[in-house]
C-alpha cells in the first residue's frame, strides 16, 4: 500500500537526514490522515490507494500554481523549494500516459459509454478516471474529450 511506503521512506529519510524529503512525505501523511478523517465524517471508509493517487495530484497542482506565482514574483528558492516537494510526491504516482495513449484511452472510453454528445461526457470521463487513477492529467485530458465529443 501507499501508506506503508510512505511511512518507510519516513523512515529512511530521517535515517540519511534528508530534511526536505522528510518534511514533504510528513506534510503528505498528515494530508492523507486529514482526507480519512473528512472521508470519515461522510461515513465512507479510509482512502484506498486509487483515491489517495487523487490526492497526491491534487498537491502536486497547488504546488504547481505555488511554483508560477514564485516564479513571477522573483522568488527562486521558493519556487526550487516547491520544485523539490513536487518530485518527492510524484515519486508516488504511477508513470504518466504519452499524449497519444491519452487520445487512445479516450477513444476507447467513448467507444466504451456509446458516447454521441457533450450530454454523456460525464460518462466518459467516469469510466477515464476508474481506469487511469494518477496516470493521465484529468484537466487536460476533459479539453481533449470535449473535443472529441463535440468535433
Request: proline share 2%.
Amino acid at each position: 500500500m501507499l501508506r506503508d511506503d510512505i511511512n518507510n521512506a519516513v523512515k529512511e529519510a530521517m535515517k540519511a537526514k534528508n530534511e526536505r524529503k522528510l518534511s514533504t512525505l510528513r506534510m503528505v501523511n498528515s494530508t492523507i490522515k486529514n482526507a480519512d478523517i473528512a472521508a470519515r465524517g461522510e461515513g465512507k471508509p479510509p482512502l484506498s490507494d486509487a483515491d489517495l493517487l487523487g490526492v497526491f495530484q491534487k498537491m502536486i497542482k497547488q504546488r504547481q500554481e505555488s511554483v508560477e506565482l514564485y516564479d513571477k514574483g522573483g522568488r527562486a528558492e521558493l519556487a526550487a523549494q516547491e520544485r523539490e516537494e513536487i518530485a518527492v510526491i510524484s515519486a508516488y504516482l504511477p508513470k504518466q500516459m504519452s499524449d497519444d495513449d491519452v487520445k487512445k484511452a479516450i477513444t476507447a472510453a467513448i467507444g466504451e459509454t456509446g458516447a454521441a454528445g457533450m450530454k454523456d461526457m460525464g460518462k466518459v470521463i467516469g469510466v477515464l478516471k476508474t481506469k487511469y487513477a494518477g496516470q493521465m492529467d484529468f484537466g487536460k485530458a476533459s479539453g481533449l474529450v470535449k473535443a472529441a465529443l463535440t468535433g
